[in-house]
């Protein structure tokens, strides 16, 4: 059903890199789960009418809340798919970000009200009327409301759209929260137990904690996130595959939507080649990566020495040790200026945003013990830096 509605409503689909294609994407994605939360509002609410069920009927204005965050949607892919202004070179991509940030205020402010209700309900319990008609009527919402769960994860995996993603999160705690009704009605109906508010509570909660869980995920590429091991090792091995790129590091990427990034990195050149022939393979590099990966990248030259052996030495006994004492930290930048007393080993040390003061400090004390065992005169000169790239 999904890829028939992809392929009768959207032209040139598996262009997904195109704004306009995905903003056609947001566009179905926002109709369908418009018509289907109102059909559903309309049932619900006629269902909790009948029998007498405030979870029931706080479920119907879930949905209608839900087509209201179809339409947040609606409006963010829309406004996100703007193309780029002179007051806005990067365009407006982060509007659909925004737009999930909505989705998630709205879920959470319907658990706080479904919270609100079903304590009311503890207190002031109603006769819940059971009916196996109704009850089915709520069963097929629930196949509706799991099939827009995978629908909008499938076409927001597919073209990595944060506001898609928030709404099947959204959907899939609407079938938590009918689930929890027929339950309830059910448990009324055999046994005369009045558990409705009490199901309504613990499906608030639910509501609850997803709601904070999708303002947390959007929240994070607006603030700026870590870059992702997969998508790191993307763009170094194609740095790196060009002629006298000798290494990467410090990879910085900003996100200002899902197809517009922008990122830098320091690429390593051997500090005895012609400069302009360097400069127009690192055009070459950033041309072709724009082209490619859709990726607006600044190329940074780092000279490294690549003939020297004795810095060349100096260099592998540091990688060694660096090694040895912690896998995860890494070194850039070396150089080695000789005075008359002692050897300066000068270089970058990158180690993970998690370490504590402490734990650098440790490292740093041990990098300078373990270098100055080959050689009394070896002195290090390290500026310490947190990687970029976001921790396993």
Same mark, same amino acid.
């Given at each position: 059903?999904?890829?028939?509605?992809?392929?009768?409503?959207?032209?040139?689909?598996?262009? *997904?890199?195109?704004?306009?294609? %995905? @903003?056609?994407?947001? *566009? +179905?994605?926002?109709?369908?789960?418009?018509?289907?939360?109102?059909?559903?509002?309309?049932?619900?609410?006629?269902? #909790?009418? +009948?029998?007498?069920?405030?979870?029931?009927?706080?479920?119907?204005?879930?949905?209608?809340?839900?087509?209201?965050?179809?339409?947040?949607?609606?409006? &963010?892919?829309?406004?996100? &798919?703007?193309? $780029?202004?002179?007051?806005?070179?990067?365009?407006?991509?982060?509007?659909?970000?925004?737009?999930?940030?909505?989705?998630?205020?709205? *879920?959470?402010?319907?658990?706080?009200? !479904?919270?609100?209700?079903?304590?009311?309900?503890?207190?002031?319990?109603?006769?819940?009327?059971?009916?196996?008609?109704?009850? #089915? *009527?709520?069963?097929?919402?629930?196949?509706?409301?799991?099939?827009?769960? !995978?629908?909008?994860?499938? !076409?927001?995996?597919?073209?990595?759209?944060?506001?898609?993603? $928030?709404?099947?999160?959204?959907?899939?705690?609407?079938?938590?929260? @009918?689930?929890?009704?027929?339950?309830?009605?059910?448990?009324? #109906?055999?046994?005369? +137990?009045?558990?409705?508010?009490?199901?309504?509570?613990?499906?608030?909660?639910?509501?609850?904690?997803?709601?904070?869980?999708?303002?947390?995920?959007? !929240?994070?590429?607006?603030?700026?996130?870590?870059?992702?091991?997969?998508?790191?090792?993307?763009?170094?091995?194609?740095?790196?595959?060009?002629?006298?790129?000798? #290494?990467?590091?410090?990879? =910085?990427?900003?996100?200002?939507?899902?197809?517009? %990034?922008?990122?830098?990195?320091?690429?390593?050149?051997?500090?005895?080649?012609?400069i302009e022939k360097m400069h127009e393979i690192i055009d070459r590099i950033e041309r072709d990566i724009l082209d490619k990966m859709g990726i607006f990248l600044v190329i940074h030259m780092d000279p490294v020495e690549m003939n020297d052996a004795l810095v060349l030495d100096y260099k592998r006994i540091v990688t060694d040790i660096i090694k040895k004492l912690d896998a995860k930290a890494s070194i850039h930048d070396f150089r080695v200026?000789?005075?008359?007393?002692?050897?300066?080993? =000068?270089?970058?040390?990158?180690?993970?945003?998690?370490?504590?003061?402490?734990?650098?400090?440790?490292?740093?004390?041990?990098?300078?013990?373990?270098?100055?065992?080959?050689?009394?005169?070896?002195?290090?000169?390290?500026?310490?830096?947190?990687?970029?790239?976001?921790?396993?």
């Amino acid at each position: 059903m999904t890829e028939l509605l992809v392929k009768l409503f959207i032209k040139d689909n598996d262009n *997904i890199q195109d704004q306009r294609v %995905r @903003t056609s994407y947001g *566009i +179905l994605a926002g109709i369908v789960g418009i018509v289907c939360n109102i059909i559903l509002f309309i049932v619900k609410l006629t269902v #909790g009418i +009948l029998i007498k069920s405030v979870s029931v009927m706080a479920d119907a204005f879930n949905n209608l809340s839900d087509a209201g965050s179809s339409i947040i949607g609606f409006i &963010g892919v829309k406004l996100a &798919g703007r193309p $780029a202004d002179k007051e806005h070179p990067f365009g407006h991509g982060r509007m659909e970000y925004i737009a999930a940030l909505a989705v998630s205020f709205v *879920i959470i402010q319907v658990s706080l009200s !479904l919270f609100k209700n079903s304590f009311e309900e503890i207190f002031k319990p109603e006769d819940v009327i059971f009916s196996p008609v109704l009850i #089915g *009527i709520l069963v097929i919402s629930i196949f509706i409301k799991v099939w827009l769960v !995978l629908f909008n994860r499938k !076409l927001g995996k597919r073209v990595k759209s944060s506001v898609m993603l $928030a709404t099947a999160a959204d959907s899939l705690s609407d079938v938590l929260v @009918t689930s929890a009704t027929i339950v309830s009605a059910v448990i009324a #109906g055999l046994t005369g +137990l009045k558990i409705d508010g009490y199901m309504g509570l613990v499906v608030s909660v639910f509501v609850f904690i997803a709601g904070v869980k999708i303002a947390k995920e959007t !929240l994070e590429p607006l603030l700026g996130q870590a870059v992702d091991r997969e998508l790191y090792k993307k763009i170094t091995d194609f740095v790196e595959s060009y002629p006298n790129i000798v #290494g990467s590091h410090d990879l =910085i990427i900003h996100s200002y939507g899902p197809t517009h %990034r922008m990122a830098t990195i320091h690429a390593e050149v051997p500090n005895d080649i012609n400069i302009e022939k360097m400069h127009e393979i690192i055009d070459r590099i950033e041309r072709d990566i724009l082209d490619k990966m859709g990726i607006f990248l600044v190329i940074h030259m780092d000279p490294v020495e690549m003939n020297d052996a004795l810095v060349l030495d100096y260099k592998r006994i540091v990688t060694d040790i660096i090694k040895k004492l912690d896998a995860k930290a890494s070194i850039h930048d070396f150089r080695v200026v000789k005075t008359e007393f002692q050897i300066n080993l =000068i270089f970058d040390l990158s180690v993970p945003f998690s370490y504590s003061p402490k734990e650098e400090e440790r490292l740093l004390k041990g990098i300078m013990e373990e270098v100055k065992k080959h050689d009394a005169r070896l002195n290090c000169v390290i500026t310490l830096e947190n990687s970029y790239i976001a921790e396993e």
